[in-house]
T-cell receptor, first 115, second 113 residues
Framework: GAVVSQHPSRVICKSGTSVKIECRSL??????MFWYRQFPKQSLMLMAT?????????EQGVEKDKFLINHASLTLSTLTVTSAHPEDSSFYIC???????????FGPGTRLTVL | GQNIDQPTEMTATEGAIVQINCTYQ??????LFWYQQHAGEAPTFLSY????GLEEKGRFSSFLSRSKGYSYLLLKELQMKDSASYLC??????????????FGTGTRLTVIP
């Protein structure tokens, strides 16, 4: 299956700072990547779909000015949480879909803690 | 909109068989997935069903009935390492026409000796 990496795996930051999370598709070119958020004991919630070379598509209720997504190449998408607040503390997971088979592969996730 | 119901928790004995049920409501249904997620880790793909019937993959099998909006994941010969959350997810056509995944809250399975 596809290999997806995320960096960093864990980040702790102060309230008001910005945090960038990188998602890389290591073994195939992904025109589309997905960003999910998961709060403790809750389901994965799709935040946005990242499209290479164009603007991301955000789900209802997700602030596009707060969660900046850049998909500059076929192997890299970044999510920047701007002016982070404690309520943004969550597990952020990126995902890529293989065009060959009906599978969607997930990165290892980034645990964000905002103090 | 989308809705998925699955039990919150289940407990089963090592070596036994367990069935995790999932019922869903969605428009634009385009497949059902099962994922395994260990605490603090990302989900890993287990199975995919788009047509009615049973898909078998080693110790894991998944069943789908589209008319009933129902699926189950069957785990055989349970091992301690199978203790994890099992997420049912439906793929549907989103606002832009692209296929998205909607996840249930997961079933936390505990395997006991």
């Amino acid at each position: 299956g596809a290999v997806v990496s995320q960096h960093p795996s864990r980040v702790i930051c102060k309230s008001g700072t910005s945090v960038k999370i990188e998602c890389r598709s290591l073994d195939f070119q992904a025109t589309t990547m997905f960003w999910y958020r998961q709060f403790p004991k809750q389901s994965l919630m799709l935040m946005a779909t990242s499209n290479e070379g164009s603007k991301a598509t955000y789900e209802q209720g997700v602030e596009k000015d707060k969660f900046l997504i850049n998909h500059a190449s076929l192997t890299l998408s970044t999510l920047t949480v701007t002016s982070a607040h404690p309520e943004d503390s969550s597990f952020y997971i990126c995902s890529v879909r293989s065009g060959q088979v009906n599978e969607q592969f997930f990165g290892p996730g980034t645990r964000l803690t905002v103090l | 909109g989308q809705n998925i119901d699955q039990p919150t928790e289940m407990t089963a004995t090592e070596g036994a068989i367990v069935q995790i049920n999932c019922t869903y409501q969605t428009s634009g249904f385009n497949g059902l997935f099962w994922y395994q997620q260990h605490a603090g880790e990302a989900p890993t793909f287990l199975s995919y069903n788009v047509l009615d019937g049973l898909e078998e993959k080693g110790r894991f099998s998944s069943f789908l009935s589209r008319s009933k909006g129902y699926s189950y994941l069957l785990l055989k010969e349970l091992q301690m390492k199978d203790s994890a959350s099992y997420l049912c997810a439906v793929r549907y056509q989103g606002q832009t026409g692209a296929n998205n995944l909607f996840f249930g809250t997961g079933t936390r399975l505990t395997v006991i000796p």
